[in-house]
């Protein structure tokens, strides 16, 4: 019977200290510019290993038109920062809809 609640016990504790794993919707956005056609966004990734996603961005091109652009997919170490670059069909005159890590 005591075997029992101290396996009970020990099932537990080992829920409690379950870390939760790192995701791509954690990444942070930390910066974003325009260059002729390119968008560069600056990902930062707080958590302590490393995490996958890709970046997507609506932009305003020079002829008024909108485009969604998506990167391909990274992977970004814990606690580092990635610059990743998103090409337009034709220069970039804004951003629509900020740049958002996506799931890969």
């Known amino acids: 019977m005591r075997l029992s609640r101290l396996v009970v016990l020990a099932a537990a ?3 409690t200290f379950t870390t939760v794993p790192a995701s791509y919707s954690d990444l942070q956005v ?3 510019s325009t260059s002729a056609n390119l968008v560069s966004v600056t990902i ?5 290993g490393p995490e996958s996603a890709r970046v997507r961005a609506t932009v305003k091109l020079v002829d008024n038109s909108h485009q969604t652009i998506t990167g391909s997919v990274f ?4 606690g580092a920062n990635l610059v990743v670059v998103l090409s337009a ?3 970039v005159s804004g951003i629509d809809d900020d740049p958002v890590p996506i799931n890969p």
């Open 30 to 32: 930390t910066f974003v």
């Open 44 to 48: 930062h990734n707080p958590n302590r």
């Open 13 to 15: 504790l080992s829920l």
């Open 75 to 78: 992977t970004i170490a814990g």
């Open 89 to 91: 069909s034709k220069t």
